[in-house]
């Protein structure tokens, strides 16, 4: 049997520090010896974090930010603790993903809610780097978003590697598991800043990238292979410019391993790895290349002009000899360059031999080694096939192939729209008024009593519904009532998730006895003039909320034009729409 692929490098010193990165997946990969070879991919482990109390300063942000017990919200804190708790270790499945999503979009409405601009909460985020071990901390709750991010590109790429990429469905899976990783790194990238670990840095983050857009080329060749229904030249000719990509993209990945910022700081059986490979796929395009022009019959009168155009196309250079439309109808000639290919695929197939035996981790993976020997055995085998013993001719340095491929990897973003969550501390209310970035008055309850008018004031908006106009002297304004101010509560039931017809419903049935009304009121902005309390008050938005939470969406606060009185109960006005729901950290925005 095949030895387990999992070595798992030495765990961080600091007991619940780190699952380190393991070179290989938690299983073996599958191999078949007749026509997919699938090489060992390279997954990332997740970053690990240390145990957060958080209750004692959600209570006191409750208690004086919005003047509410934050014993009151105790339900609200567990819950959201204990999410913290099971997002340390996720499930290694699409479960675990859709857990780490949750987290991360909760901890949109935790920074909103909880974190006004320029101050933290006072507690320290410990996050432990995925590669090292080693442990860093921040107040920001930017690392924690970025940590979060990093996992969920971790998580793709251990889903990825675990795929048995022997059949379609295999390759296709780790294809999209890998691009999303690819997706979640570069995100982390564009997003994040001032990093203080390194495995976040952007050289690092730039590398990993690189990395699994190389692996997602590795499978498309690789579905290439299965897709291949019969071995004719022009078949062949694609299977060894996919490889030659696949060779490419490894020797990107290889030359952004060996940089001065990240060499030192990368496996060095990573590093190996992403060279070998390098070398395997550049052996493979050879010897596709030999199987094209030695095993394939020459092309018939019909079919020339097709195989002549796809080998003009084929070399990065011209190959030594008779020009490409003599050479594909003259079977010795076709031999003689299949030679000089099978002579350089296995010079390459030597290398990466040798570059494997470099390193231990790599000696130890048994799979490895027999898919690099079967590799060179199939080259020195066709090699003897093709030699002859009076062949006293020298033979040519065949060109290398020129890298082309049917399907380019995508980079698939994270889509956080998608998240469907609920969140945790809507009780507050809805976070237009109720952010952390907002300040108000402290909440003021009037007696309010219908006049021979009505009330007297105009209503605008949903959640929570806003007093968007208070006639002179008229009821509403006699009990002291504003323009501006947000009701909370009518006859002290909670309105701050009222919508506009429940409000006004609540205030239709009043008797003569009149009821009690509970405003609050924006304070304007620091900087900002009272002039400008108004329009402050009436366009307040903490950001746009996930697409997905319905409840979090808020009418427009702005006033249309001919609006009635109370009595007429004038039109509500349109719902907002928001776009993405996350910048991850913001804009670069920069950890503290």
């Not at 209570?59 to 930010?65: G, L, P, Q, S, V």
């Amino acid at each position: 049997s095949l030895a387990k692929m999992n070595r798992r490098l030495p765990q961080n010193s600091e007991g619940g520090g780190l699952e380190t990165a393991s070179l290989l997946s938690d299983r073996p990969p599958f191999v078949s010896f007749s026509d997919s070879i699938s090489v060992p991919m390279i997954p990332l482990g997740l970053k690990e974090t240390k145990e957060l109390d958080l209750a004692g300063p959600l209570r006191e942000m409750i208690r004086d930010h919005y003047g509410e017990d934050g014993a009151l919200y105790e339900a609200e804190i567990k819950e959201f603790m204990e999410l913290r708790q099971a997002m340390r270790t996720p499930s290694r499945n699409e479960a675990g993903l859709e857990l780490l999503r949750e987290y991360y979009s909760q901890l949109y409405f935790l920074d909103n809610r909880f974190f006004p601009p320029n101050k933290n909460l006072g507690v320290f985020f410990h996050w432990y780097d995925s590669l090292t071990g080693v442990p860093s901390h921040q107040r920001a709750l930017a690392f924690e978003k970025g940590s979060v991010l990093f996992n969920i590109g971790a998580l793709h790429t251990q889903i990825g590697a675990r795929q048995d990429r022997t059949t379609l469905q295999g390759v296709d899976c780790a294809i999209d598991a890998f691009q999303k990783a690819a997706g979640a790194f570069n995100y982390l990238k564009e997003n994040f800043s001032n990093a203080p670990s390194l495995d976040m840095s952007a050289a690092s983050l730039n590398m990993l990238v690189r990395l699994m857009i190389a692996q997602v080329q590795e499978c498309v060749f690789e579905k290439a292979l299965l897709l291949r229904t019969q071995s004719d030249f022009l078949t062949c000719l694609q299977l060894a410019q996919e490889a030659a990509r696949v060779d490419e993209v490894y020797s990107l990945v290889y030359q952004t391993m060996t940089q001065p910022h990240v060499k030192d700081y990368v496996p060095f059986s990573w590093t190996t790895m992403v060279h070998v490979k390098a070398e395997h796929f550049k052996a493979l395009s050879h010897y596709y290349a030999a199987i094209a022009l030695c095993d394939c019959p020459p092309a018939s009168d019909a079919d020339l002009p097709d195989h002549e155009k796809a080998f003009l196309q084929f070399h990065v250079s011209v190959p030594e000899g008779p020009a490409p439309c003599q050479l594909l109808r003259d079977p010795e000639e076709r031999r003689k360059l299949g030679k000089a290919h099978l002579k350089k695929a296995i010079m390459r197939h030597e290398e990466a031999m040798r570059l494997h035996s470099l390193c231990k981790i790599l000696r130890k993976m048994d799979i490895l080694q027999e898919v690099l020997c079967f590799a060179h055995k199939c080259s020195l085998s066709k090699y003897a096939e093709i030699d002859h013993e009076e062949d006293f001719f020298e033979t040519v340095d065949a060109p290398d192939i020129h890298p082309k491929t049917h399907q380019r990897p995508e980079i698939k973003s994270p889509n956080f729209s998608k998240v469907k969550v609920t969140d945790i501390f809507h009780r507050l209310g809805p976070l237009s008024v109720f952010s952390a970035k907002n300040k108000w008055h402290p909440p003021r309850t009037v007696r309010l009593v219908r006049g021979e008018n009505g009330f007297g004031f105009t209503l605008r908006g949903d959640s929570p519904v806003l007093i968007a106009g208070v006639v002179a002297g008229s009821c509403a304004a006699e009990a002291g009532l504003k323009e501006g101010d947000y009701i909370v509560s009518v006859g002290g039931k909670d309105c701050r998730w009222a919508r506009h017809a429940e409000v006004v419903q609540l205030l239709k049935v009043i008797g003569e006895e009149g009821v009690d009304v509970t405003v609050i009121t924006l304070q304007p902005p620091d900087g900002q003039s009272t002039a400008d309390k108004k329009s402050s008050a009436m366009s307040s938005s903490t950001g746009s909320p996930p697409k997905g939470n319905k409840e979090n969406r808020r009418k427009s606060l702005l006033p249309g034009k001919g609006a009635s009185t109370l009595l007429a109960w004038g039109r509500r006005s349109k719902r907002s729409t928001f776009g993405r729901p996350f910048a991850a950290v913001g804009d670069n925005e920069q950890a503290r």
